[in-house]
């Protein structure tokens, strides 16, 4: 996708940008292509036994794009359309322009850590007569007391993550992705959502969201030998969802933070809310960022470290008989509400082998008794079954529609 190999006539003698040739234009001549620099270059492999966007480190530039069907497009028309996402998809990760594509919107930047990711709604399996095959797990959420959803920025039959370390090559493959869709599905709803630039910081650290706080810390690690049977499916399912063998479940959450509330709150309460200090992550029972913490222990003054209601207490596997999930997030704002607050919070993704046994047990717990959750509104929601990887040649979702 470097400009010179596709420069054209332009190519080996230079070329000239600026527009117009005006007195005004000015003059770039590109002799040899520079080397991309290590945030372009990076590449994320779009074939294997789990999808990417999941384990990967979340990057700078997220879309999410939820689309239905077409009233008359069944199961035939799922497949074509998944084997055209799936082949642009493979495409642009590994930093080759799709075939018949001119948009040229990213036609001089590496992959830049691409990653399109692919998954299917409740009501997916329905439209593709495929009910028989829909997995438990799609069952849908229950109700929580905190929650204020938008139908119509819910759900969806299918569902599409994208996520890049450059906005540009993200906004070029949602664009692809919602050219492709041609008639066989219509875009329901889209969310974009941001996290810091590569580089941004001294050296790489957990990232912050828009409340200030580090947020990550405490995500199950990929080299934590639990970490396959907590996050994806196994690789040998049997069953009538076999097909979601090496995948996992999406639950996708649009939390708005009530921030103007949230910033009236002195440092130590905001810090009492999350159980964890500020600046630099550490729990309020001592120790650095990574220090765990410690749940029992008692100040002086005879009050718990981390109070009963901290989000880290009341969101921990300790306090939810083991139920974890690994938290993949994007921070969002889309301008300013009537009441000038900002409308900007967490695309919250939360991923795991099973929602009962992740999400769900844990909302539950935050929904009753969480100190933080006073600070949010969750307005959009969605569970999708994201399936394994495939291999090259197949598509994304084959063992399901095939
Ligand atoms: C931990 C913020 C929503 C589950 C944390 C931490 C922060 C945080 C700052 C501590 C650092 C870390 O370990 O990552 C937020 C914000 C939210 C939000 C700002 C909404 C806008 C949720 C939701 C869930 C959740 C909806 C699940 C239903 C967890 C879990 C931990 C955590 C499991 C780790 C607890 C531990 O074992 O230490 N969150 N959170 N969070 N959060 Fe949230």
Redesign the pocket.
């Known amino acids: 996708r470097r400009l010179l190999g596709t420069a054209g006539a332009a190519g080996a003698a230079g070329l000239v940008a600026g527009g117009a040739a005006g007195a005004f234009a000015t003059e770039t001549v590109r002799k040899d292509p520079a080397p991309l620099t290590g945030v372009g270059a990076a590449s994320r492999p779009f074939y294997g036994v789990h999808q990417a966007g999941i384990a990967d480190p979340a990057q700078t530039c997220g879309h999410f794009l939820a689309f239905d069907l077409a009233p008359d497009a069944g199961r035939k028309a799922a497949a074509a359309l998944m084997r055209r996402w799936s082949n642009t998809a493979a495409d642009l990760m590994a930093g080759k322009t799709p075939k018949g594509d001119e948009t040229g919107v990213a036609l001089d930047a590496g992959p830049s850590s691409l990653t399109v990711t692919f998954g299917f709604g409740r009501t997916f399996f329905d439209r593709t007569d495929l009910t028989s095959k829909r997995p438990d797990a799609l069952e849908p959420l229950p109700d929580f007391s905190a929650d204020a959803l938008d139908s119509k920025r819910s759900n969806g039959d299918l569902w599409v993550q994208i996520g890049s370390d450059d906005a540009l090559v993200a906004f070029h493959a949602l664009r692809l992705i919602q050219q492709q869709a041609g008639n066989t599905a219509r875009l329901r709803w889209q969310m974009s959502g941001f996290n810091r630039t590569p580089g941004a910081t001294a050296q790489p650290m957990t990232g912050r ?1 828009l ?1 200030g ?7 199950p690690k990929t080299s934590d030998p639990g970490f396959p049977a907590k996050i994806y499916v196994p690789e040998d399912r049997s069953g009538t969802d076999e097909w979601m063998a090496g995948g996992s479940y999406a639950v996708v ?1 649009r ?1 708005r ?1 009530l921030l103007d509330t949230w910033e009236h709150l002195s440092l130590e309460r905001q810090e009492k809310v ?1 159980g ?1 200090r500020k600046s630099d ?1 550490a729990p309020l029972s001592g120790g650095t960022e990574t220090t765990r ?1 410690d749940l029992n222990k008692v100040n002086s003054d005879g009050a718990l470290a981390i109070a009963g209601d901290a ?2 207490r009341v ?3 300790a306090s939810n008989r083991g139920a ?2 690994l ?1 993949r997030a994007f921070s969002y704002h889309d301008g300013f509400l009537d009441d000038g607050a900002p409308d900007a ?2 695309l ?1 993704v ?1 991923w795991q082998a099973d929602p009962l046994k992740g ?1 769900v047990p ?2 539950r717990k ?1 929904d009753r008794g969480d100190g ?1 959750s006073r600070f ?1 509104r969750h307005e959009a929601s969605g569970l999708f079954a994201v399936p394994g990887g495939c291999k090259p040649g197949e598509y994304v979702g084959q063992r399901l529609l095939e």
């Open positions: 969201n409340m706080q580090i947020d990550g810390t405490n995500n959450r939390i933070m999350i964890r992550g913490p989000h880290i969101a921990s596997p974890s999930m938290r919070g967490l919250f939360a999400f844990v909302q935050l933080l949010l």
